[in-house]
């Protein structure tokens, strides 16, 4: 066991006493020393005589044995003396075992060191091994040394001064020790706090700082869809990204704007624009401007991929037409936030609109500034997509009528027309085209008047077509029979203006098929005057002229009728064959479909049901109807009426159908622009196919500034209701046509 470290200090203290220890023969110059006899047993010589034990004073203890020896041969002072260098221990690791038994390497000895015999001294703690002749050795401690009361003690004036303590070397054990204690408290105190916040503080601290990581945000509801009656989408909405920029963070606005133009299709010019720093409407520094709208989703990816600063995408909403220009006067077009601009997506916004939903939601900071998947996230407000709507239009028949009414007006050079089809049993409109059109899916590039929907804003006069209100409010009043015969003279007068006929009938009776066949005016004023202008306007308006039909497009005329208190004299010969009426080709196709159907006046629409988000299909409320002829009235009409195609030279030839009997009216009128009637001439064509049991009207109206309709509407006519009555797979007139005299 190593020795403890006061122990050489106590042990060279107790050599400078010089004391006497018991059995000492004396100390010779007042110095003491501890007698030990080399011979004895039980001396330290003997018994370690190959091992070294050191002294304090860096010696053996055989070395201080024979330093004793000599100071006591040569008396006084010889203490003083080192032993030669040829009795030193040659041993070159003596000062580091000194260093480990806690001495100093070059300790010198003093006069109280212990002799060689064996005994070692007092405070060394070391045991002296004595050993036997035989040489069994047994540890024994030393005798204690007895402190010397004689007049040898020092003087307490001349005391040496006390040697410095050597330092405790550093032990790497205490210092392991002391740095797992530490580490240990370390982990442990924070593993307190993170229970404490985590368990003890958690809801606090999470509810304190929750209210600025949440942000409303809106959740989008997509517009409903417009179908056409088989379900077919003229109009739909689909997924798109937009394109914003954060002003404040646009850091080369040339070359984001250069990088950005080819993949938005927007000028360079304008999204610099875009990027600009502004201010909003409060005041405050915009950070959010929109560069596009409805861009596509491969389009979107390409730009982020750009990783220019201050640029962002979301989510968005596009309108789709797929036909292009199919119905698109019809269906009309949405803005960048998906709000009806035109046509039926204006018409009917509130139920194709859905209505945008409210949430709130869990976002991160700086950089990381966007929804926490799986973090808080709470609706507020829900989400309800928008209905779609069904239409009455059927997809091809659509197309059709477009198709001819356009190769017909380019034929003649015409500039606007209008077309409409409908079923005369359900006042559904199947067809509704107008010339010119345009691109609903690119509506940016066209001009306004290309937009306008002719069959519900084109306000004509009506002319010739308008007799068979004439004659149909006759043959109800009673004021004619079917077989009637009228004179008919080669001109009247009425207020001072002269009407005339294409045919000079010079006072000869003429039947009503031939004055309808011919067009007579002449007749058709005689007729009008045996009826009276009161009941003229109330059939007018039983037909269903001078108000909107409210079929479903916004914007449409209403047209305007001539009360019978503001009629001059000459109304009495303009108002019956069609002029000082103004009316729409709706109305008039309406006022035809009443007497195809039996004399019932069903009003026309474009809506057939409504489609819930959900698939819950709601038809559209009823039409409103009304009883205009009695059916024998109106059949005996529709018989007059085929005159218009069969009979020879009539105005209608042209819109014969071979196999189907046919029954219309050919007119010629004029345009009005507000109120005002402009250059030029409206030729129309109203019919409807088999004459015998009608299931479709077709109206053509074309507007021609060099007055070349009557070559556009008939011929149109013939095509559109060909293709319709074997679109519906119509079989054929089963019975002749009549025969028919215009001038018994």
């Known amino acids: 066991m190593a020795p403890r470290s006061d122990e050489p200090r106590r042990d060279a203290q107790s ?52 330093s004793a020896a000599t100071r006591r041969s040569g008396g ?51 045991t002296v091994v004595a050993r036997t002749p035989g040489g069994a050795g047994t540890a024994k401690p030393a005798a204690p040394r007895r402190r010397n009361t004689g007049a040898a003690r020092r003087p307490a004036g001349r005391r040496p001064p006390r040697k410095a303590r050597p330092p405790k070397l550093a032990d790497p054990v205490r ?45 989008r509801a997509p517009r409903g869809s417009i179908l056409d009656r088989s379900g077919a989408l003229l109009a739909h909405s689909v997924e798109a990204r937009y394109i914003a920029a954060d002003p404040e963070l646009i850091e080369d606005p040339e070359g984001t704007a250069a990088a950005l133009s080819p993949l938005l299709g927007v000028a360079r010019s304008e999204l610099v624009k875009r990027m600009a720093r502004q201010k909003t409407f409060d005041g ?42 199919l119905a698109a006067n019809l269906i009309g077009f949405t803005n960048r936030e998906m709000t009806g601009l035109e046509g039926l997506e204006a018409r009917y916004d509130n139920v194709l609109r859905g209505v945008t939903g409210r949430k709130v939601v869990e976002v991160g900071q700086g950089d990381l500034d966007a929804e926490i998947p799986g973090g808080y996230s709470r609706i507020t407000t829900p989400a309800q997509p928008g209905s779609s709507l069904a239409l009455t239009i059927d997809r091809d028949l659509q197309f059709f009528t477009q198709k001819a009414l356009s190769e017909q007006l380019k034929q003649t050079h015409g500039s606007i027309g209008a077309a409409v089809v409908m079923d005369v049993r359900t006042g559904e409109v199947l067809a ?34 308008h007799k068979a209100i004439t004659f149909g409010a006759a043959l109800q009043e009673g004021v ?72 479903g497009v916004p914007g449409e005329a209403t047209g305007r009728l001539l009360a019978p208190k503001d009629w001059s004299e000459s109304s009495y010969g303009s108002v019956p064959i069609g002029h000082s009426v103004d009316a729409t080709p709706i109305q008039m196709a309406a006022a035809y479909a009443a007497i195809a159907n039996n004399g019932t006046w069903i009003q026309p629409h474009l809506i057939k049901e409504t489609i819930a988000p959900d698939g819950t299909r709601k038809p559209a409320p009823a039409p409103v109807t009304r009883q205009v002829l009695d059916p024998a009235n109106a059949a005996a009409l529709r018989t007059m ?23 219309g009216k050919t007119g010629t009128g004029a345009r009005l622009v507000n109120g005002h009637y402009v250059s030029g001439e409206v030729a129309s064509f109203v019919g409807m196919a088999p004459a015998e049991n009608p299931r479709y009207v077709v109206a053509v109206f074309a507007y021609t ?26 079989p054929p007139s089963g019975t002749a046509k009549p025969n028919f005299v215009a001038f018994p």
């Open 175 to 219: 210092r392991l020790r002391l740095g797992t204690l530490l580490a240990l408290v370390m982990f442990a105190s924070i593993g307190i706090r993170l229970v404490e916040l985590q368990v003890a503080q958690s809801p606090a601290l999470a509810d304190a700082g929750l209210a600025d990581r949440l942000r409303p945000t809106d959740i």
């Open 284 to 325: 405050r520094d915009s950070r959010f401007e929109y560069l596009a709208r409805g861009v596509d989703i491969d389009a979107a990816k390409k730009i982020m991929a750009l990783n220019r600063a201050g640029i962002s995408a979301g989510r968005d909403e596009r309108r789709e037409v797929p036909n292009g220009d």
């Open 480 to 551: 004619i029979e079917p077989d009637s015969t009228l004179p008919v003279a080669s001109v009247v007068n009425k207020g001072g203006y002269p009407f005339t006929d294409h045919i000079d009938a010079r006072g000869r009776r003429m039947s009503l098929p031939g004055m309808l066949a011919y067009s007579s005016n002449v007749g058709a004023i005689a007729i009008a005057d045996k009826l009276g202008k009161e009941k003229l306007y109330e059939y007018q308006r039983k037909f269903g002229l001078g108000q909107a039909t409210n079929e």
């Open 705 to 730: 500034p060099n007055g070349e309709g009557g070559d556009v509407s008939a011929p149109a006519f013939s095509q559109i209701m060909s293709f319709a009555l074997r679109h519906y797979r119509i």
């Open 432 to 465: 509704q085209a107008s010339q010119p059109t345009y691109n609903a899916a690119d509506w940016q590039g066209s001009k306004p008047t290309d937009r306008e929907d002719a069959a519900t804003s084109f306000v004509v006069d009506p002319g010739s077509i």
């Open 15 to 66: 050599s400078r006493r010089g004391a006497s220890r018991a059995g000492d023969g004396g100390d010779t110059g007042g110095r003491g020393t501890d007698r030990t006899d080399p011979a004895d047993p039980g001396s330290e010589i003997g018994g370690i005589s190959d091992a070294r034990a050191y002294t304090p004073r860096g010696r053996t203890v055989r070395e201080a044995a024979e």
């Open 641 to 663: 009426l085929e005159a218009v195609t069969t009979m020879k030279d009539a105005t209608g030839l042209r819109a014969a159908i071979p196999g189907y009997r046919v029954a």
């Open 76 to 126: 006084v002072g010889a203490g003083s003396r080192r032993a030669p260098r040829a009795t030193r221990s040659g041993d070159p690791f003596r000062p580091a075992l000194q260093v480990l038994d806690g001495g100093r390497p070059h300790q010198r000895g003093t006069a109280g060191d212990a002799p060689r015999g064996g005994v070692r001294a007092a405070g060394t703690g070391r």
